[in-house]
């Protein structure tokens, strides 16, 4: 209440000045409605109705319409409303079922003009024609709708809407016999006021109530709806079926909304329940209102634009009693405190980052992130004329890029394929992954798998050739396997882990030197490549080539340095790069910099790795018989070294090979949570066939209870075209069986594929040789059918 | 005693594969014979084995099984189980040991056995609630064999009595029986208590709250007010009731978690009218539901006789009236709701006059049972882990409280309760939404014996004077209807199964809509149950959106 700025506006002859005010009501509000010349409001509740003229500085009470001795539940009111055309004419719904007209021009102190009992029970909305003088339609809780001509003493005609509750109801403002109406149930009717036998359209709009809907008053065709299930949806009703343009979504039911004069796509709504504000919101910008009003205590009941022509004064009843007109100068702007972001990862791996301006030009202070690859682009809003504030945004955009090559996930999609997670012996299963992970050149996996398999396979069950061709094959060129002890194995590991922290502090101090200069810096992306490279840095071999080979392609993939291409379908608003400061400077970082830094921190990580990456696995190990448990410490945080290098993978395919024999050791929620990882990761690549079977093998009830879910597949019938209701393969209704082919007319068992659209199909390959020569249905139903 | 492997494991039974059924049985029935074999070279009895207490726990333990087999043999969904155990009894007999029969007849002490469904006779809509029903808990309890005379209303009431105690919420599982618990020992409904004290002790909950509030955690103990007036004088309800327990320290509540809990307390209160209301039989596996004695004709349940369910003459009794005159009752019902149908137009009301209507019917509906003061309500086994004097159950009404006026104009389930709800709890409120919508509109549109009968002006007289019960006005409705439509002893039975269940009888049961089916009384009690919850939802969701602004 501060800031309260005198706002004038002209509007054609008349001008509207004022200031955010309000009054203390008596009462809790219901519902409240203007005057045409915007001069006067009035309010009604259920122990109020009483008009206020809206003066300059203030409300000022100039008639309480509650007159007489006793409290009549006719002044009970649910909605007011106030004529547009005759100004002397007003409307009440009150709760227990009557319709009040109410005549402001008669000389003695009752004002009420006519009573309408004919309503069963609680009206809930009534609103007077826009052109029309004595046309006034009612819609209750009963079901039926009512217009009235106020000439006559009774209802010209009676509106059905089968028993369901109405809830609102709306005269079209440019369709002179068009009316919308709301009901309990979540639909939207249409209807012509001539022809009370049946609704011309009806679509469901909400998931349960609709409590409100506007007409557009300049765009004939757009209707905007509220429900109980805090949407605010627009309708356009121009095209044969209503079609939903917009849709935005509230935090609490919606109560009201009423479009904001002279602009289009701005709408005020209110709450029913828990929240007290009124928003603004612009239909365009979904997520976040343009504009907010936070005055009220309690529920806000009733809102109206002062007038039909001025967008910046709103008035506003509330349960707290007390009325508002609000300003538009002084309402609060939640744009202005919120940080707009935007995260999205691109199809190859590639990650967008974009932040408001300030903001990152604030955190490029500090350390930046190495394997950050941040473009330095600056986008500034186009400013909406319509706009009364202009928020001046302009954001900034990261691109971080994956490496072509570590970003291609190949290994991952060859592994999950070609793994064997079950269905043979623990020995065997080993030995096949073993020789999957070789043949993708991930060796140390591979020698994972084939010290599982010495760990976990009594020797007395494995052929001693076998083992010796097993070992001799994992690493035909480790000279020193025999001298190892598994006591380097868990020293190794750990130090690596170690190693690669400190690799990557050096690097990022690295960088910090590189780049001190800039703000803006562009270098590697190390964050795949930690999860990859060290690993294969681990593999056990000392064999240098293929070390070195690695990094050939590593350098190979420097230099093939990534287009710096622009996104721009990712920013539908209209942007302008307003500058791009940083430029010359990003150049230079491209030409120099992620190589020096690259180069080095390689040659830093190279030269300990070769020291200590000899593991093998002696062969006293079988004489000494150890129990397998002896190893499960061990293995178990071979499992978690995995998982936290991000190759869950390996972990959850180890979990299930192994079973029983390790899942005591590693806690049900670590479990759950690399399993979740690694369906998400299979589904993202569309291994369907493998995430189920990952599910299937897991030993998580979470996990397990997954493909449980949503297995029900509803059919229809193929000849009379409904829903099968039966389990099986008879249709109950037509007696026939439903799914044969339409090619071959044999029932089909097995693979069947059919269309949604006209519930025809067949055979798999029927199917697919039919569709290479005709795009009709092979039925000859005449449909177009889709197989995607 | 031997645990572990001679454990008898009963989770395989839920399941629905017969496969994983069969195996559950036969390791069942392993298990069973097992433990059948040293008690049978012991020649003791059971119960006076004060010498050998070890040998008199294992009994105990025994015994309880057979008793639970006793249950599968006659209420799973699946015959083979029933079957099965019906065959594993047999063994056991033959090897010496008495088994368990069940007592009581049927489900219900209401209502005879011949009408209510038979587990086996169901057709499929049926057989698929009752499997949900068993899967879910592990049995085929007596309130579903009784609703399932309202299966539509049956699949959404498991559906939400699911949800509530076993899906996603809040609250931890254990404090959800408890609660539940705590809310049906209010109303002293032995049945609810025994069911979920079973419950509450699969989840992991701790023995020892079930000796009294005192000994359950703080935070239950700061619960035990609202319940309290929740169930007896919701309208006494303020926000300085939720403000307490939501601000007490370590102790508090969080919104969501008192949301959860005034759901389940509602629930469970409206669900102990229905238990007396229908006069709900002992579980067969729980105390009361089965002996060991052989069946003697001395041995009557006394229970049995003072309900009087079996004996022809009590019917007589009760029936004084005779057959034409309680057919003539259903016509005069039919001719006042076809008059109040014709002439509503016609003549109307005053506003005082319809104010006035409506507080009459207030206030009688205080003194409706001071009548039947001198019944005798039979003496139930008050549950035992509530024993508790301050528990003890105060006749609010009884004194003429004023009650104040809630009109549902300004807060009603549609558009405010739910919305509450469902914020704080989400889904719930969809789906009591849901249970409410369907208790109401549900109709056959039959009356007694006559068809096609709008019943929905009687449905909606029921519903409001309960509503009115609790002081909660609609100021559409004239409430002059409710006495044209609602006789003084169906009043009676309203009014006792809704505000004091636990003094429901047989007697009033009988004595309303004498020539109404079972079905239809059952369909009475449906709206009963779901016309006070909402009353008490309403009262204390109102309380808690007044904390909240």
């Known amino acids: 209440m501060e800031k309260m700025a005198r706002v004038t506006t002209a509007l054609g002859g008349n001008t509207l000045t004022g200031r955010t005010m309000y009054c203390h009501l008596d009462a809790p509000a219901n519902a409240i409605s203007v005057c045409r010349d915007a001069a006067q409001v009035v309010v009604a509740g259920r122990n109020i109705f009483k008009i206020y003229a809206i003066e300059e500085e203030q409300f000022v009470e100039k008639l309480n319409l509650r007159v007489g001795r006793k409290p009549s539940l006719n002044f009970s009111c649910a909605d007011v409303v106030w004529h547009q055309m005759d100004e002397n004419l007003l409307a009440t719904a009150a709760t227990n079922g009557v319709v009040v007209t109410w005549n402001l021009g008669k000389p003695s102190r009752n004002k009420q003009d006519q009573l309408f009992t004919e309503h069963k029970r609680t009206v809930n909305k009534v609103c007077f024609h826009p052109t029309e003088a004595y046309m006034l339609l009612s819609g209750s809780q009963d079901g039926y709708m009512k217009c009235f001509d106020l000439r006559k003493k009774d209802s010209v005609s009676t509106f059905s809407g089968q028993s369901e509750s109405v809830r609102d109801v709306q005269f079209s403002i440019r369709d002179y016999f068009t009316f919308a109406a709301t009901f309990e149930n979540g639909n939207v009717q249409l209807w012509d006021i001539r022809r009370p036998d049946r609704y011309e359209r009806m679509f469901t709009a909400h998931n349960g109530p609709v409590f409100c ?114 300003i538009f100068k002084d309402a609060s702007q939640p744009i202005e405190r919120a940080n707009p972001e935007g995260l999205c990862y691109g199809l190859f791996g590639d990650l967008a980052f974009a932040a408001k301006e300030s903001l990152v030009t604030a955190d490029s202070n500090r350390k930046p992130y190495p394997g950050d690859r941040r473009h330095p682009i600056f986008f500034k809003r186009k400013l909406d004329p319509t706009e009364q504030f202009e928020s001046v945004s302009s954001s900034a955009l990261s691109v971080f890029e994956t490496e072509p090559d570590s970003s291609s996930m190949g290994w991952f999609v060859d592994t999950a394929r070609r793994y064997a997670l079950a269905g043979r012996s623990l020995a065997e299963l080993c030995d096949h992954n073993a020789k999957v992970a070789k043949e993708l050149s991930r060796n140390q996996v591979a020698q994972t798998w084939t010290m599982l398999r010495i760990i976990y396979c009594s020797p007395g069950t494995m052929p001693s050739a076998n083992l010796n061709h097993s070992i001799g094959k994992g690493s035909a060129s480790l000279p020193l396997m025999n001298s190892f002890n598994l006591k380097d194995m868990a020293s190794g590991m750990g130090s690596e882990a170690r190693l690669d922290w400190s690799k990557g502090e050096n690097r990022s101090e690295n960088i910090l030197l590189d780049s001190s200069a800039t703000l803006i810096t562009n270098d590697e992306n190390e964050e795949t490549e930690g999860s990859d490279v060290p690993a294969d840095y681990l593999l056990g071999d000392v064999e240098g080539d293929e070390d070195e080979l690695y990094l050939m392609d590593h350098e190979n993939a420097h230099t093939e340095e990534p287009e710096y291409v622009l996104p721009q379908e990712a920013f539908p608003l209209r942007h302008e790069i307003v500058d791009n400061p940083s430029g010359p400077d990003h150049l230079q970082d491209k030409a120099d910099s992620p190589h020096v830094s690259g180069n080095e921190a390689e040659t830093v990580s190279l030269t300990p790795v070769e020291s200590f990456s000899l593991i093998s696995i002696s062969h006293t190990l079988y004489e000494s ?46 479990q759950e949570h690399w399993y979740t990882s690694y369906i998400d990761l299979l589904q993202r690549f569309r291994l369907w066939n493998i995430s189920n079977q990952v599910i299937k093998l897991s030993t998580c009830r979470a996990i397990t209870c997954l493909n449980q879910a949503s297995t029900t597949l509803h059919v229809n019938c193929s000849n009379c075209k409904r829903p099968m209701s039966n389990k099986g393969w008879i249709c109950d209704r037509c007696r026939q069986c439903a799914s044969t082919c339409a090619v071959c007319h044999h029932v089909v068992k097995g693979l069947f594929v059919w269309c949604q659209g006209c519930s025809h199909g067949g055979h798999l390959q029927h199917i697919l040789k039919w569709l290479e020569s005709s795009t009709q249905c092979p039925a000859g139903c005449g449909h177009l059918c889709e197989y995607t | 005693m031997a645990e572990g492997e001679n454990e008898v494991r009963w989770d395989g039974l839920c399941s629905r594969d017969s496969a994983t059924r069969d195996t559950a049985l036969e390791n069942i029935k392993q ?236 629930h469970y209160h409206s669900l102990a009218s229905f238990t007396f209301g229908c006069g709900i039989s002992p579980e067969i596996h729980c105390d009361g539901g089965h002996t060991f004695r052989p069946p003697s004709v001395s041995n009557y349940c006394i229970c049995d006789i003072t309900n009087g369910n079996h004996s022809m003459e009590e019917i007589h ?233």
């Open chain 2, 31 to 266: 298990a069973i014979l097992r433990k059948a074999e040293p008690l049978r070279s012991v020649k003791v009895l059971p119960y006076r084995s004060s010498e050998q207490p070890l040998n008199a726990a294992s009994w105990d333990g025994f015994n309880r099984i057979l008793a639970r087999l006793l249950m599968l043999s006659k209420r799973c969904p699946f015959e083979d189980v029933r079957e099965k155990s019906q065959f594993i009894l047999k063994c056991v007999q033959e090897l010496g040991i008495r088994i368990p029969r069940p007592l009581g007849h049927g489900p219900s002490r209401f209502i005879p056995e011949k009408e209510i469904l038979q587990v086996g006779n169901e057709d499929a809509q049926m057989h698929t609630l009752f499997a949900d029903s068993f899967a879910a808990l592990g049995r085929l309890d007596n309130i579903t064999l009784v609703m399932v005379f309202h299966p539509q209303y049956l699949e959404s009431f498991l559906k939400t009595q699911h949800y509530l105690l076993q899906m996603d919420g809040p609250l931890p599982l254990h404090y959800r029986h408890y609660i539940g618990i705590m809310a049906a020992a209010r109303h002293q409904c032995s049945y609810l208590v025994n069911l979920h004290v079973n419950d509450f002790l699969h989840v992991g909950g701790d023995p020892k709250w079930l000796n009294g509030l005192e000994n359950a955690p703080q935070k239950l103990q700061n619960l035990g007010e609202l319940n309290k007036v929740l169930a007896h004088r919701p309208w006494l309800i303020t926000k300085e009731h939720i403000e307490q327990l939501l601000k007490a320290e370590e102790h508090s509540w969080s919104l969501a978690e008192l949301v959860h809990a005034v759901v389940l307390l509602t």
């Open chain 1, 213 to 326: 809907c506007d007409w557009h008053p300049e765009d004939r065709g757009w209707l905007a709806t509220g429900g109980r299930d805090k949407m605010v949806k627009v309708w356009d009703m121009n095209t044969n079926r209503a079609k939903e343009i917009y849709c935005v979504q509230s935090i609490a039911s919606v109560a009201r909304v009423k479009w904001r004069p002279e602009c289009k796509h701005h709408l005020a709504t209110c709450s029913m329940m828990v929240d007290h504000n009124i928003y603004v919101w612009d239909v365009r910008r979904p997520y976040i209102p343009s504009a907010m009003f936070e005055e009220h205590r309690d529920v806000t009941t009733g809102i109206v634009w002062r007038h039909l022509h001025d967008p910046y004064f709103l008035l506003s009843g509330s349960k707290d009693s007390t009325l508002y007109q609000h």
């Open chain 1, 625 to 670: 018989r150890l129990p397998p448990d002896f190893f499960s410490a061990l293995v178990r945080d071979m499992l978690r070294f995995y998982a936290e290098q991000g190759d869950v993978q390996m972990a959850v395919s180890v979990l299930i090979v192994l079973g029983e024999r390790i899942r005591k050791e590693i806690d049900e929620q670590t």
């Open chain 2, 317 to 549: 009794v009760a029936g004084s009236v005779s057959i034409t005159d309680s057919f003539c009752e259903v016509e005069a019902l039919m001719e006042k709701m076809k008059q109040l149908q014709e002439c509503r137009d016609e003549e109307e009301a005053s506003q005082e006059e319809m104010a006035s209507r409506f507080e009459i019917e207030k206030r009688e509906s205080m003194f409706v049972f001071s009548s039947d003061d001198e019944e005798v309500a039979p003496t139930r086994d008050i549950s035992r882990h509530f024993e508790d004097t301050s528990y003890g159950y105060k006749d609010f009404s009884r004194h003429g409280m004023h009650v104040p006026t809630f009109r549902v104009q300004d807060y009603c389930w549609e558009d405010h309760g739910y919305s509450l709800v469902n914020r704080l709890y989400p889904d719930v409120g969809q789906l009591i939404d849901e249970k409410f919508h369907i208790a109401y509109n549900l109709t056959y549109n039959t009356m007694a014996m006559h068809k096609d009968v709008d019943t929905s002006m009687l449905r909606r007289a029921i519903w409001n004077y309960i509503h009115c019960m609790f002081g909660i006005r609609y100021d559409d409705y004239d409430y002059g209807e409710i006495n044209q439509l609602l006789d003084r002893s169906f009043k009676v039975y309203i009014k006792t199964v809704v505000c004091t269940p636990e003094k429901a009888t047989k007697k009033m049961y009988d004595s309303f809509w004498r020539q109404f089916k079972h079905s239809e009384k059952v369909h009475v009690n449906l709206l009963l149950i779901e016309a006070r919850m909402q009353a008490e939802l309403l009262y204390a969701l109102r309380a808690i959106t007044r904390y909240m602004t």
